[in-house]
């Protein structure tokens, strides 16, 4: 059996990812199996969630196993000013496996390299959301019946938003299409277009969040304006609403677009997006559970079968 961390969504390879995809469907078939009976999860959330947490806390407790860890950092002794590298080295000592989310970047990998357990990075700061790229490609497999050959609008927070860059280097694997929707301030880093570059992965980026583009896309993946990422306040004041999602802006989309967001939203999406049968963003969370049972047993090595 063999266990190994998950940092980065590419440390995947096509076969991985859809042998997880299959996997996750198995568990939506069935989530409940006691695969983890005897082992013991921690969760260390430097950083607040809601779905990232609680989706692996369900996930650990319908597979059998048990949980321990903390969602506020205040509450462990890393407020008396212990390292990381500490935290990490007397956690690994009582569980098998460690999901954490930290607001700096690299953290999880840097986890990875002092842990004796396996470490799932469930997110550190604007670099990585591997757990929830599973989940996307999930809900996008599911909705479209394929990976292959979409055309992926992300509108929004593009420098910030960790979940846009682990979704970008997924779909390289898939010959996808990108539009970027941001403002200046806001634009997808240099780095993930080299890497589109580098994979010939047609980009187009748009400072105008018009029906134009979104009447061509398959997958339209809003995001909220991370406020907690910024130095500047007032900035985020200025571009916080540059990009709301009406229903109305729907009357003309793709028959089979489905509108994402990793959530929580704030003001990108309009209430009455909700009951448009493209809105999928409470599937694509429930379907966070299933993806994060599949990641559980792969980075453990237990067979799903
Ligand atoms: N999508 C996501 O990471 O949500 P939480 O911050 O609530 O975990």
Redesign the pocket.
Same mark, same amino acid.
């Given at each position: 059996m063999k266990c190994e961390s998950l940092v980065s969504i590419n440390d995947f390879s096509k076969e991985e990812i859809m042998e997880l995809l299959e996997n996750a469907r198995s568990f939506e078939e069935n989530p409940n199996r006691r695969v983890l009976e005897g082992k013991v999860v921690a969760t260390l959330f430097f950083e607040?969630? &809601?779905?990232?947490?609680l989706s692996f806390e369900t996930a650990v407790n319908r597979l059998g196993g048990r949980i321990i860890g903390f969602s506020d950092a205040a509450t462990s002794s890393s407020s008396k000013g212990e390292s990381l590298k500490d935290t990490i080295m007397m956690v690994s000592n009582y569980v098998d496996l460690i999901i954490m989310r930290h607001h700096l970047e690299g953290a999880a990998r840097y986890a990875s390299e002092v842990s004796s357990v396996p470490i799932i990075n469930a997110?550190d700061g604007a670099n990585q959301?591997p757990t929830?790229t599973m989940l996307d490609l999930y809900s996008i497999y599911k909705t479209q019946g394929t990976l292959e050959n979409l055309n992926i609008t992300m509108v929004g927070d593009l420098k910030y938003g960790r &979940?846009v860059h682990s979704l970008l280097q997924a779909m390289s694997h898939f010959n996808p299409t990108f539009h970027f929707v941001a403002p200046d301030e806001l634009k997808m880093p240099q780095e993930y277009k080299m890497f589109c570059d580098e994979h010939n992965i047609p980009y187009y980026e748009h400072r105008e969040f018009s029906e134009e583009v979104i009447n061509q896309a398959d997958i339209l993946y809003m995001t909220r304006v991370q406020r907690e990422r910024f130095t500047d306040l007032m900035e985020y004041e200025r571009v916080k609403d540059v990009y709301i999602l009406h229903n109305s802006m729907l009357a003309h989309s793709k028959p089979n677009l489905r509108v994402l967001h990793?959530?929580?939203r704030v003001n990108e999406i309009a209430y009455d997006v909700d009951d448009n049968p493209k809105a999928y963003y409470f599937q694509q969370a429930k379907n966070g559970l299933f993806a994060r049972q599949a990641i559980i047993c792969k980075v453990l090595g237990i067979d799903v079968e």
């Open positions: 607040p969630s &809601t779905r990232t947490r997110g959301h929830q &979940t990793p959530l929580p």
